[in-house]
């Protein structure tokens, strides 16, 4: 999620001028024109000067582009949350993933009492991702504004008391990472293979920690079992660590810097490595637990 550019503006038409995006949305028209873009924009950015509402542009880590949005609006201690998808990036958690990092901003951030959402009664995909995020129903209604006015709803609320709930309730999980740096001053980064959760984003290289493993220990054998490399515990730096909430669990990731190994990096899982200037590190779409760590090494190298 980042702030609305002008330059959103042709993605914006390309992809709320489809039928079906606007069908499920309230105040999207149809035709949607670029002169619709502009009053979109232009209405985002009086409503944030007034703070009575923030809209976010919604992308992909792994290519940049504007794929949707996703805004709140205050309405007293409440605010209501609402969001829009290109049809070409529905079904893939994208939205959830969206929504769920406003409704972290609005009640931790913002600090709000309680976050609401209203979707059509037909539109069950929305309404399953709002039970997801940990909204409950509260009921049917009829919709009052735009395209929704005499429409069949559904209510949603979420509360801060449940939502901090939630987010104490998640398992903290240890994962440890390691910035191998070479002669040049580059660091290794590995881009995670397809199949597995975020691929084809890249990391430093590391793993989690298994029980009773001291963090060091488990370094050495990740890099062992990804790298064929062998390191040892006494050439392992702590420089920094992560502390990043998912949907599921709560990440703890040390990060350890190390110069000295023997062998040359070779991937054993399926991943590609490359190695990196510091200061071109950010080119590379990273995890949210991982993508902090760079200023880190910037500051170092």
Same mark, same amino acid.
């Given at each position: 999620?980042?702030?609305?550019?002008?330059?959103?503006?042709?993605?914006?038409?390309?992809?709320?001028?489809?039928?079906?995006?606007?069908?499920?949305?309230?105040?999207?028209?149809?035709?949607?024109?670029?002169?619709?873009?502009?009053?979109?924009? %232009?209405? =985002?950015? #009086?409503?944030?000067?007034? $703070?009575?509402?923030?809209?976010?542009?919604? +992308?992909?880590?792994?290519? @940049? &582009?504007?794929?949707?949005?996703?805004?709140?609006?205050?309405?007293?201690?409440?605010?209501?949350?609402?969001?829009?998808?290109?049809?070409?990036?529905?079904?893939?958690?994208?939205?959830?993933?969206?929504?769920?990092?406003?409704?972290?901003?609005?009640?931790?951030?913002?600090?709000?009492?309680?976050?609401?959402?209203?979707?059509?009664?037909?539109?069950?995909?929305?309404?399953?991702?709002?039970?997801?995020?940990?909204?409950?129903?509260?009921?049917?209604?009829?919709?009052?504004?735009?395209?929704?006015?005499?429409?069949?709803?559904?209510?949603?609320?979420?509360?801060?008391e449940k939502w901090s709930a939630r987010?104490?309730?998640?398992?903290?999980?240890?994962?440890? %990472?390691? =910035?191998? #740096?070479?002669?040049?001053? $580059?660091?290794?980064?590995?881009?995670?293979? +397809?199949?597995?959760?975020? @691929? &084809?984003?890249?990391?430093?290289?590391?793993?989690?920690?298994?029980?009773?493993?001291?963090?060091?220990?488990?370094?050495?054998?990740?890099?062992?079992?990804?790298?064929?490399?062998?390191?040892?515990?006494?050439?392992?730096?702590?420089?920094?660590?992560?502390?990043?909430?998912?949907?599921?669990?709560?990440?703890?990731?040390?990060?350890?810097?190390?110069?000295?190994?023997?062998?040359?990096?070779?991937?054993?899982?399926?991943?590609?490595?490359?190695?990196?200037?510091?200061?071109?590190?950010?080119?590379?779409?990273?995890?949210?637990a991982d993508a902090p760590l760079v200023?880190?090494?910037?500051?170092?190298?």
């Amino acid at each position: 999620m980042r702030p609305l550019a002008d330059g959103d503006r042709a993605a914006i038409v390309a992809l709320a001028s489809d039928a079906d995006v606007a069908n499920m949305t309230a105040f999207i028209p149809h035709p949607f024109a670029d002169s619709d873009a502009g009053d979109f924009l %232009a209405k =985002a950015a #009086i409503e944030e000067q007034a $703070r009575k509402a923030r809209v976010f542009a919604v +992308e992909r880590r792994r290519e @940049a &582009g504007l794929i949707g949005c996703v805004a709140f609006a205050l309405h007293g201690a409440a605010a209501e949350v609402s969001y829009w998808l290109g049809k070409p990036f529905w079904r893939q958690g994208l939205g959830g993933e969206a929504v769920a990092v406003t409704v972290d901003f609005i009640l931790g951030d913002v600090g709000v009492a309680e976050a609401t959402a209203q979707v059509m009664e037909e539109n069950r995909a929305s309404a399953r991702l709002l039970e997801k995020a940990g909204f409950d129903f509260r009921g049917a209604g009829t919709g009052c504004g735009g395209r929704c006015s005499g429409r069949p709803i559904r209510l949603y609320a979420l509360s801060r008391e449940k939502w901090s709930a939630r987010q104490k309730a998640k398992p903290t999980v240890l994962v440890v %990472a390691v =910035a191998l #740096i070479d002669a040049d001053g $580059r660091v290794l980064i590995a881009r995670r293979p +397809e199949g597995k959760a975020m @691929a &084809g984003l890249w990391e430093f290289p590391g793993g989690k920690v298994k029980p009773g493993e001291l963090p060091e220990a488990a370094v050495v054998r990740e890099i062992k079992e990804e790298l064929a490399v062998d390191i040892a515990e006494s050439c392992l730096a702590p420089l920094t660590f992560a502390s990043h909430v998912y949907d599921d669990f709560h990440l703890l990731m040390p990060l350890y810097v190390c110069r000295v190994w023997k062998g040359t990096p070779t991937p054993r899982e399926g991943q590609e490595v490359k190695w990196v200037r510091p200061l071109r590190l950010a080119d590379y779409p990273m995890p949210p637990a991982d993508a902090p760590l760079v200023a880190a090494l910037r500051d170092l190298l």
